[in-house]
């Protein structure tokens, strides 16, 4: 069974940039079919699908967040990393790695996702 785990700093500076690590075991970042997000959610809202990142490579990122994300993977340490740049208040949130199957880059929300990891609370401070 896969597990994923979050790692990063919880408290982060106005404008600063967000750096986040998720480690996935039990199963390889290039498998077939899978692909892996990026998800956030603050108290009171649903997810947000922040982006992907397919097994050749591909990302794909939500609209709103498109300037200021990033998403790469280092297969020999089976990881994902996420960065955000320029944070701001509204970023506070706790941040969670995913596995989705099949995703096709045709939408931008976390319908496809089968695994999530335990997630990572950030704030951001002033």
């Known amino acids: 069974q896969v597990q994923l785990l979050e790692s990063g700093p919880g408290l982060v500076n106005l404008s600063q940039t967000l750096s986040l690590t998720c480690t996935v075991s039990?199963?390889?970042?290039?498998?077939?079919?899978?692909?892996w997000s990026w998800i956030r959610q603050t108290p009171g809202m649903g997810p947000e699908w922040m982006g992907v990142?397919?097994?050749?490579?591909?990302?794909y990122y939500t609209p709103s967040l498109k300037s200021r994300i990033s998403i790469s993977r280092d297969t020999s340490k089976n990881q994902l990393s996420l960065r955000l740049v320029s944070m701001n208040p509204e970023d506070t949130a706790v941040y969670y790695c995913?596995?989705?199957?099949?995703?096709?880059?045709?939408?931008?929300?976390?319908?496809?996702?089968?695994?999530w990891g335990k997630g990572t609370l950030v704030t951001v401070t002033s």
């Open positions: 039990g199963g390889s970042i290039i498998m077939h079919y899978y692909a």
């Open positions: 995913a596995r989705e199957k099949d995703y096709n880059g045709t939408y931008y929300n976390a319908s496809g996702v089968e695994d």
């Open positions: 990142i397919l097994k050749n490579g591909t990302t």
